[in-house]
């Protein structure tokens, strides 16, 4: 999964599962402490772009109707190659999807690198040329 994939994919996940029944109360602390978290770093990221924060408040209520707003803010404010921010949403998704951590879908190691996607049924085009 990319890095932006991932931040965007935590957000969604924190802001769901910490209200869930089904989550045993110690869990559901560490999901809400860990969503803060995220939270944070992703708004300290956006700050000062005022879609950016727009996207990021209205993501917590409406993700599906906000990803794409919030993907593009977050990747225009560099997230990706935010190291704290990519590591507050991969610990947030052990939590709130231990096997798909364990499995691996959310580690992201991307160095130097162009034009590379990480993840599922993804389309890329690309033109390095002038």
């Avoid at 990319?2 to 989550?23: E, F, R, S």
């Avoid at 593009?72 to 096997?99: H, I, K, P, Y």
Wanted: net charge negative.
């Amino acid at each position: 999964m990319d890095p932006i994939a991932l931040i965007v994919t935590a957000l969604a996940a924190g802001a769901t599962a910490g209200g869930l029944d089904t989550v045993k109360d110690a869990t559901k602390a560490g999901i809400q402490t860990a969503y803060a978290k995220l939270g944070g770093l992703a708004r300290k990221r956006v700050g000062g772009q005022p879609d950016g924060e727009l996207a990021l408040e209205r993501h917590e209520s409406s993700p599906q109707k906000w990803e794409s707003l919030l993907t593009a803010e977050l990747t225009e404010a560099g997230a990706a190659g935010d190291a704290d921010l990519v590591a507050a949403a991969r610990a947030l998704m052990e939590l709130v999807d231990s096997a798909g951590a364990r499995a691996g879908k959310y580690n992201v190691t991307i160095k130097n690198a162009r034009g590379v996607q990480v993840g599922d049924g993804n389309v890329q085009f690309n033109n390095f040329g002038a």
